[in-house]
């Protein structure tokens, strides 16, 4: 078959873009085509180049006619980015929620986000590969002091300012961890390095910021108002073995299995409780072993391919079609 995907985000650090690649990946043996909605970044382009790329501003009838797709991948498409006439079979794959353009099949990338989108549509959850290990990076050790890791899309909405007294606060706890950060934007940077009494390191957002989940011995996600519907870093993290501590929010619940695989925080008093309990060695590499196998039977590419094959076997006389 050949696919076409519609990807609203040029940029391969963003969760949208990295789902859309993952997908390329999983459907393997099949056509590739990918068509963003705004300008790819270099890295983004590179990323892709296993696949056949297009840049317009809308899905529209010529697209179709040049690639002749046998199937559409819409991800959070709104209406007005698409004006074609043919009748294709497609999906609507919703990463938020908002107004979407109307397709054949319609799927939420999480049961928290379908509950919040009406006619509750069914739930298919991202694809995560492996993260990569070059060995360029050194891996973590069960003897060595924590080194407790945040990445992000670096925009400061996902970096807000309660961070910096939340990262005081455990800094002053746990004297000895080691705290990380990819995707800081530059305008709270030396606030986070204060807060964490200098024992903190920058990296800037890519792709290959991923091997870092090798080294963490956790990644901690807070965020005081935004609920995240699905934890892309979350998943990756764990099929590393890097234990996520995050917000008992959003898509993270149905993620995570409370103590076995990861830890769901309330407040900063569960977040301090939760590093405590990694501090035994033991304790860590069970959750981190669990955390894998949950994280492989949930978000592999195998699975993904076959809960996306179940899905295609459903469209076969569904209507209407874009």
Not at 10 to 31: V, Y
Not at 101 to 116: I, P
Not at 290 to 297: C, I, R, V, Y
Request: proline share 7%; aromatic share 8%; charged share 20%.
């Amino acid at each position: 078959m050949k696919f076409l995907q519609v990807c609203n985000v040029g940029n391969i650090c963003g969760g949208t873009a990295a789902c859309a690649w993952t997908i390329t990946h999983a459907l393997t043996g099949h056509e590739n085509v990918v068509l963003f909605l705004s300008p790819p970044t270099k890295e983004t382009v590179a990323a892709f180049a296993h696949c056949e790329l297009c840049v317009e501003s809308k899905l529209t009838e010529a697209i179709l006619q040049k690639h002749s797709p046998d199937f559409v991948i819409l991800h959070n498409t709104a209406p007005n980015r698409i004006s074609i006439r043919s009748q294709i079979p497609s999906l609507q794959y919703q990463h938020s929620s908002g107004t979407r353009a109307q397709c054949t099949f319609h799927v939420a990338c999480s049961d928290w986000l379908s509950q919040q989108i009406p006619g509750n549509p069914q739930v298919l959850h991202q694809p995560i590969p492996i993260p990569p290990q070059t060995g360029s990076r050194p891996a973590r050790s069960l003897d060595e002091d924590l080194t407790v890791g945040r990445i992000c899309t670096p925009i400061l909405r996902k970096w807000p300012a309660e961070l910096i007294k939340f990262y005081n606060i455990l800094s002053e706890q746990f004297p000895t961890v080691r705290w990380e950060f990819v995707g800081a934007p530059h305008q709270i940077q030396e606030a986070l390095r204060q807060a964490c009494h200098g024992r903190a390191i920058f990296h800037s957002a890519s792709s290959n910021a991923r091997e870092l989940f090798w080294k963490w011995h956790a990644m901690l996600y807070h965020h005081p108002t935004l609920t995240e519907s699905f934890g892309r870093t979350v998943a990756e993290a764990m099929r590393a073995g890097c234990v996520p501590i995050v917000d008992e929010r959003g898509g993270f619940l149905e993620q995570i299995d409370q103590a076995q695989s990861g830890f769901l925080c309330k407040d900063p008093d569960n977040f301090a409780t939760s590093l405590q309990k990694i501090q035994d060695p033991g304790a860590r590499l069970q959750i981190s072993q669990n955390a894998k196998e949950s994280a492989a039977e949930k978000f592999s590419l195998e699975s993904f391919y076959g809960n996306f094959r179940r899905l295609l076997l459903k469209l076969d006389d569904r209507s209407p079609r874009v």
